[in-house]
């Protein structure tokens, strides 16, 4: 499988292994007194709802039960994240089962989040961590709050740039990801193949 390379000559950026990023994420973990072990989750895994308490805010959980991350999944995600010259952010989202729930994004966005934000800011590297507060989030196992979480026009931004499973599949199969137009092609294709299968 083809992969890109972390540390490409474009890149404005002195990027670390993601070894050397983890062990960095771990230390700001820890002295935030915060699980230092993480719960990798990406976009599919997250689970934001209307709050019933407050109308007009959501609340976040996530999710592992139906869209289960490969164990090669973070890699992927920091090497295409690497290779491109907007700032990664290491985030956490709360604590559950003993383990700091986090999620990988990335966008020039987060490049004027500083630390009155809650981000702490490796410019060198191009990466932030933003560690949040202690608390706990919600690992949601209903299947029906999953199908009718909020997916678009939401406030909370952040989110909107983490990576999802479908693009490292398409890494996984392809070796990079694919352009809107292979997309739609590939769905007319698959969508052949089962309907010839049915009919078969």
Request: charged letters at 25%; one cysteine or more.
């Amino acid at each position: 499988m083809a992969r890109q390379n972390s540390n490409p000559a474009n890149t404005q950026f002195d990027r670390p292994s993601l070894n050397a990023a983890l062990a960095a994420w771990e230390t700001c973990l820890k002295k935030n007194n915060l699980p230092a072990s993480s719960l990798w989750i990406f976009s599919e895994n997250l689970c934001i709802e209307d709050s019933d308490a407050l109308p007009g805010k959501f609340r976040v959980g996530f999710q592992t039960k139906f869209t289960p991350p490969d164990d090669a999944a973070l890699p992927i995600a920091y090497d295409h994240f690497a290779a491109t010259n907007a700032r990664i952010v290491f985030y956490r989202l709360g604590t559950a089962n003993g383990q700091s729930v986090s999620i990988l994004l990335c966008d020039p966005w987060f490049e004027e989040k500083s630390a009155r934000d809650g981000f702490e800011r490796r410019d060198d590297w191009g990466i932030s961590f933003r560690p949040g507060r202690a608390g706990d989030i919600e690992e949601v196992t209903k299947l029906a709050r999953w199908v009718r979480r909020v997916k678009r026009n939401h406030t909370l931004h952040d989110f909107d740039f983490a990576m999802s499973l479908a693009t490292i599949d398409e890494i996984i199969i392809h070796g990079r990801t694919l352009l809107p137009y292979e997309r739609f092609a590939e769905r007319m294709v698959n969508r052949l193949r089962r309907m010839i299968g049915n009919a078969e």
